[in-house]
């Protein structure tokens, strides 16, 4: 099998069917609804590792700087812009399917004055690309 054939979630440009579906997070007590599909990490939703995360996360307050390094289609940076308006909330993904959805997801909830701000994190060489953000304190999900 090649790698044409075969694509992973951390693919730039997942090769299999996209299958979109909606799926429902509860976090920090509310309802995110949500689209993901095939291609994507966790797309039959939510994860039990994110949730463990956000379970044992406090909800951030003010105007944190926040940083979801491979957001997928974007349960923790939604539910941060969602719970915390004052947020920026930089959201990067390899996969330009889970950028695309999480964008997509975004303007769905229309979060409020939350600055999100989504970018790939890769170049086609494999080399982590140098964001604007690379030099300032912000609290990460990963």
């Given at each position: 099998?090649t790698?044409?054939?075969?694509s ?15 799926v ?6 509310r309802?995110?609804?949500?689209i993901?599909?095939?291609g ?9 590792g ?12 003010g ?13 923790i ?8 308006p004052g947020?920026?909330?930089d ?11 999480c ?9 409020g ?6 970018r ?8 982590i ?14």
């Amino acid at each position: 099998m090649t790698s044409k054939e075969f694509s992973q979630y951390f693919s730039e440009q997942p090769s299999g069917t996209e299958l979109r579906r909606t799926v429902t997070a509860r976090v920090w007590g509310r309802e995110l609804t949500l689209i993901t599909a095939g291609g994507v990490f966790a797309a039959d939703g939510l994860d039990r590792g994110t949730a463990v995360l956000l379970r044992a996360s406090p909800i951030p307050v003010g105007s944190p700087r926040i940083l979801d390094l491979g957001c997928g289609y974007g349960p923790i940076a939604l539910a941060v812009a969602v719970s915390c308006p004052g947020a920026h909330v930089d959201a990067v993904d390899v996969n330009e399917r889970a950028l695309a959805l999480c964008r997509e997801n975004a303007e769905a909830l229309r979060s409020g004055p939350t600055r999100l701000i989504l970018r790939r994190a890769m170049t086609r060489s494999g080399q982590i690309r140098q964001s604007e953000s690379a030099n300032r304190r912000c609290t990460s999900y990963c």
